[in-house]
């Protein structure tokens, strides 16, 4: 690293902070929703739309923040409002049984995450557009990435130990304190990067940020509010229509700027809108860790482990104890759908913990007995650990074929990434004709099999997409087009938890994952037809 800018590890270790909060807290999101004993009690279907929403919603308003920070505030402060919001919010979240805090400490890290996110990425960005850095703006986001990924490899073994141990909220808090490290640690590089800080000067046609938000934000909220009121529901929630039917002024302000830009600039903002609109569906399967893969690891996973490796774990606060105690709990099917009564409500009675349901009764531990399994959201820590190991790996490979002349494009890496995201869903079919659809429990190597062949598909997509979009923006409104980004994820992530609300629709599991597995074949096929307009383009603009 010693050849990239100074701020590079001061801006490595904020987002690794930053991410070390939010990965904590998606982490055991979905858990600590569905938990009726010391959580919230949602059923999955609703635990789901609202995880699906507001990972959707935390990366829709970085559309706002990235328009702020290049008409208003810069993107220093810009990044210390949103990190100090967020930090607020995983404080407020930490109150237990709380509704009104609940979603009022949703809200506010929804409002944080847009000042932070695309921010720090374009700023990020900018530190590479030194002549003597251009060259190593893929690498240095593949570092940024990396920075990402440890935040979330060591988050969720806290959480564990927390919530295992003393309870949710002081795993929610554990993630305000981290993000108030990372702020701490912003404004220690503060120097490193003023330059790079620019703040434009716009023109009187391109309009007030009054007047943008007032045509947009404006329009959302009015659209949002009205799709939620519509009587039913037209894509399977009241939650779900108000996010697509609201993300529609925002996607029309795009098409606006797209519309409005200099002949030279339309080039770069349609190849931009172009990859956008393709990777909705990596992030629509990507996203799916904290919903359905989750759900995959908790019940349908063997987390025992070896007597060998019990001390290792429990040092590490990564265990959870089950006690073979008859007391009650949720009844579930075959496919651990929790039963219902007339009135709604989640059946209960006494029996055994609903993990042991697809245990052979003869394995089952003798009752009063206890056994220690590796929590559930230590296996999030799966992708980010491939991501530190794989980082190096990736990149060594692309420096070499660039040195041979033989790198693939940007696009081309983003292609290829989706091509292998694809391959990742065929090991988890795999996996459930493996465990007979969950009559008996699945190796913990099919998830892991599973994160790491996606991981190689989101090192070419991810970091990749980031490095594209601070290549290709137009200077004037490059926070603006990083928000654009962030609302492709935010599509996508909104997507995710439409199809994990569907999971308990499909009895053969298998089915769940092939739907996912044609998704990005397709998305992958699109994009590869595209790219000889695509490459065209970035040889155009002088990017490559």
Known sequence: MNKHPKALPYLFLTEMWERFGYYLMIGIFLLYMTDVEGGLGFDRALGSDVFGTFIALVYITPFIGGLLADRILGFRKSIVIGGVLMGIGYLLLAIPHNLTTFYASLFIMILGNGFFKPNISTLLGNLYNEDKYKALKDDGYSYFYMGINIGALICNFVAAYLRNNYGWGYAFAAAGIGMFVGVAVFISGWKHYAHADVRREVSPQEGSVTTLLSSVLLPALVTGILAWNIPGNIFGSDSTDAFLFGAMPV?????????????????????????????????AVFKQNGTALTTWAEFYTDRSMPTLVEPVAEALGSTQTIKMEAKEYPVYDSQFRTQKGPEGKIIKAVGMPPYFINVPENERPPEGSSVELVSTEIFQSVNPFFVIILTPVVIFVFTWLRRRGKEPTTPAKIGWGLVISALSTLVTIWGVYACNNGAVKASAWWVVMTYF?????????????LSMVSKMAPPRIAGLMMGGWQLATSLGNKLSGVLAKLWDNYDNKADFFWVNFIMLSAAALVLFLL?????RIFREQGVY
């Not at 080039?267 to 931009?272: F, G, N, S, V, Y």
């Not at 991981?455 to 991810?462: A, K, P, Q, Y």
């Not at 790219?531 to 490459?535: A, E, K, P, S, V």
Request: hydrophobic fraction near 60%.
């Open 251 to 283: 996607v029309g302000f795009y098409l606006w700027i797209l519309r409005k830009a200099t002949a030279a600039e339309k080039p770069r903002i349609q190849a931009l809108l172009t990859v956008y609109a393709i990777v909705i569906v990596f992030w």
């Open 453 to 465: 062949v996606i991981t190689f598909g989101e090192l070419c997509l991810s970091p990749m997409g």
């Open 531 to 535: 790219l000889r307009w695509l490459n």
